[in-house]
């Protein structure tokens, strides 16, 4: 019996270990990253196949992963996007990782979930440029695709809604945890160094925190963009003003996310800034009245940089061949 | 004494297995495809990474990958494939999928081998717009490549012989083993259907094979496209007479491989023919003269769906960080 319950416990504390990381020791505004452990394998493996698919778009090139490269950084690190026809888009791609850690998606947060945010660059015309209709018989002419539908969702009449919730639940998996902040949160003094501890304490003292807290570091609420000084930009994009009307949204932008901020650039909605020292330069001035030295730059720039955490393991999917009737694509359309 | 010598039978046994297939037990001329095992894994990783990176491009969205999607032909399945802006090549993308088994690259062979190969894409206007000197200077400026470089190499000084000979070597590992016909060809009857059998028959016997023969089923002879019956195509390509500029070589195509066949649709050089059984039709017609019975055709195309093989399961590679001066693309130049 006493064997049994020892062997019982051991068992449960390793499957702790196997569904959660070990949470922060030190009580700070920034929290640790917990890995995701999805009760649906089959559906984040049909999303991962949907996500690198680029049968998903009109000229069949073009697929999530073309503007979110979960190979390097989740973007595309352009200043802002090209899609469908080489459009050039409104605005910078932000990254995928850790993205389901936000309270809404897009730079003005017009899609509440990860499964509302997926059907918009499908359809988008500068982004995929393939209508809904034409996407669902795409999924639903590959047999391959069709009995993962089935499998997963009971039920072999693929939808939009099937495409966009298994894509969503893979999209949940690309988290970043380990960052050297992170060990740092969880006791480890080792693992950043002086100056990164140093641009941390600034980072706080500062207020950046203010806004760029939590798991994600940002990602909890929308701010003006230019609070003290007014920014200027070329792009179009007028923020949360262009979701609600309301004057008071103007300028008002989703908090980024500094996860991995250190491979994200360019930086800011438009792509305009080129360096984390840049933005960190603007931030300062604009956001809170103040311009750092070059040291106080360099800390902070370290401290972010502590930021990079380990990016998923990925397999390649290999995707279900097409069938007889599926819908060839029009690069040209 | 004896049970040493034993182990030591046991352990080359299993180092055979491992790295060579289980040769056909029938005498056809088509053989089986034998794994390839990399005398240098560290190369392989290295050409992996940049086939994968989209920073050997211009723009910084184009990659090895978009248009010999790994993921699921080894081509982009476009008639002619799209490069940088936009533009549309001259000819349909051959899969990279058992390329190493051919003697000469390109349709129209210009590129003796794999490496001197994958020097012409990334400079290629229509396709990465990449001056080699940048290209370069790119994979320099970053330190992850620099150290792999360095590793393999022995100086960490780049040049753009590393970078097409480490391409080279892992596109040698994209082989496609197990396809139900070489696992015929091993000796399972059960392993094709008697339609399969059928079609293998009629493609002995009305002379496919004195074209489509070897381990790939083509890819070791120039033969001209047309030779019954002239092709017209408004594509600007005269194969081989484009590289030899002699009389005798117009027309003259490599021949490509038909393992996988099934899923490298469209086909031809031009892209010009959609399904299988409409370039079956053309090479009866064409090259030997014949029009195919509905049956014919429909043994013919289900023997060379028993071509498709074992995709080559891949990790996504986690690409080195770009470092502080290296160049950003420009995807509008
Ligand atoms: C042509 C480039 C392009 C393609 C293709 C593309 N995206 Fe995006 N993605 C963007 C851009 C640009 C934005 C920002 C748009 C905005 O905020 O208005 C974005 C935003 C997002 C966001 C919100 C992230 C955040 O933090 O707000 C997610 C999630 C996302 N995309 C996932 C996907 C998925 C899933 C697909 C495929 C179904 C996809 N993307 C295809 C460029 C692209
Ligand atoms: C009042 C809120 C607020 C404060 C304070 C603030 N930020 Fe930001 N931060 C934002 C918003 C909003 C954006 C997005 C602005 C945009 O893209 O137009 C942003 C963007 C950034 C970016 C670019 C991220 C990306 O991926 O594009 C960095 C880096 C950054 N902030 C760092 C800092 C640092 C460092 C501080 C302190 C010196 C700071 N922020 C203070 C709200 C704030
Ligand atoms: C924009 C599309 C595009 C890109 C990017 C591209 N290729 Fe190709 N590739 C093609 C086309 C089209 C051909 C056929 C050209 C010809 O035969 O004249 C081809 C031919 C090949 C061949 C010869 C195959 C055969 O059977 O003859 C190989 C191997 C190859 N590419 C590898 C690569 C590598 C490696 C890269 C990256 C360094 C790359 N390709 C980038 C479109 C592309
Ligand atoms: C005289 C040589 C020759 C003979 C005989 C021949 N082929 Fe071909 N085959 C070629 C050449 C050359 C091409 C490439 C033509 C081009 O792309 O313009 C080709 C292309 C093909 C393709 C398209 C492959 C692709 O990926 O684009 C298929 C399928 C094919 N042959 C099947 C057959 C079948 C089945 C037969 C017998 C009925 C046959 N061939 C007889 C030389 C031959
Ligand atoms: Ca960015
Ligand atoms: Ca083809």
Chains 1, 2 share one sequence.
Not at 108 to 113: I, V
Not at 117 to 139: C, F, K, R, S
Not at 213 to 220: N, P, S, T
């Amino acid at each position: 019996m006493k064997a049994l319950t020892a062997s019982v416990i051991v068992f449960s504390t390793i499957c702790l270990t196997a569904t959660h990381a070990q949470a922060e020791v030190r009580n700070e505004p920034i929290k640790v990253i917990e890995p995701y452990v999805s009760e649906s394998p089959e559906k984040v493996e049909l999303g991962k196949q949907l996500f690198f698919d680029p049968r998903l778009s009109m000229s069949g090139i073009i697929s999530c992963n073309t503007c979110h490269n979960l190979s390097y950084s989740g973007t595309d690190n352009l200043k802002t996007s090209i899609g469908h026809k080489w459009q050039a888009g409104p605005v910078n791609s932000p990254t995928v990782f850790n993205s389901s850690l936000q309270i809404a998606q897009f730079w003005d947060g017009r899609a509440l979930d990860l499964k509302e945010q997926a059907a918009g660059p499908i359809a988008a015309n500068v982004e995929m440029a393939m209508p809904h209709t034409l996407a669902v018989d795409v999924i639903q002419s590959i047999p391959g695709y069709r009995s993962q539908v089935e499998a997963v969702y009971g039920t072999n009449q693929v939808t939009l809604d099937h495409i966009t919730d298994a894509i969503a639940e893979f999209e949940k998996t690309l988290v970043t945890p380990n960052a050297p902040f992170d060990r740092w949160l969880q006791g480890d003094d080792n693992a950043i160094t002086e100056q990164q501890l140093a641009g941390y304490q600034l980072f706080k003292q500062a207020g950046c925190v203010a806004c760029h807290y939590g798991e994600a570091l940002g990602g909890k609420s929308f701010m003006k963009m230019g609070l003290v000084q007014p920014y200027e930009s070329d792009s179009p994009s007028q923020g949360r003003y262009d979701v609600t009307g309301k004057e008071i949204d103007r300028f008002m932008f989703k908090v980024p996310t500094l996860r991995n901020v250190a491979i994200t650039y360019p930086y800011f909605h438009d792509g305009a800034a080129n360096t984390l020292e840049e933005a960190t330069q603007i931030m300062g001035q604009l956001q809170l009245g103040r311009n750092f030295t070059k040291d106080e730059l360099a800390n902070l720039v370290a401290f972010m940089e502590s930021l990079t955490g380990e990016r998923p393991k990925i397999s390649l999917p290999l995707l279900p061949p097409s069938g007889e009737n599926t819908p060839r694509p029009n690069p040209f359309q």
